[in-house]
Nanobody, 122 residues
């Protein structure tokens, strides 16, 4: 059974930092891209960052320079380091995996984690 388990969310003041982890299990993820999405109340789920199956990384414009994504294939774990957090970063953060390249479309992902809440206070 495939599982993606996120951890590391919480409450932080603006300007602070948080680190998220996504631990994948249940299959081999060598050919899978793993991404972080977020969804704020009343908004669509958006792609934040991801690591493609071939190691290429992507960071969305709204987080570029503040968030850093990385992946440890030996541990089947992906990390999202979030610095200089802003109130507008407040959302539920999800990790997701899909076979092949990264996609900005949530519907193209095969597996999802349960989500972790990130709240940034002003």
């Amino acid at each position: 059974q495939v599982q993606l388990v996120e951890s590391g969310g919480g409450l932080v003041q603006a300007g602070g930092s948080l680190g998220l982890s996504c631990a994948a299990s249940g299959r081999t993820f060598d050919m899978y891209s793993i991404a972080w999405f977020r969804q704020a109340p009343g908004k669509e789920r958006e792609l934040v960052a991801g690591v493609s199956w071939n190691g290429q990384t992507y960071h969305g414009d709204s987080v570029k320079g503040r968030f850093t994504i990385s992946r440890d294939n030996a541990k089947n774990t992906e990390y999202l380091q979030m610095n200089s957090l802003k109130p507008e970063d407040t959302a539920v953060y999800y990790c997701a995996a899909r076979y092949g390249s990264l996609s900005s479309s949530p519907g193209r992902y095969d597996y999802w984690g349960q989500g972790t809440q990130v709240t940034v206070s002003s």
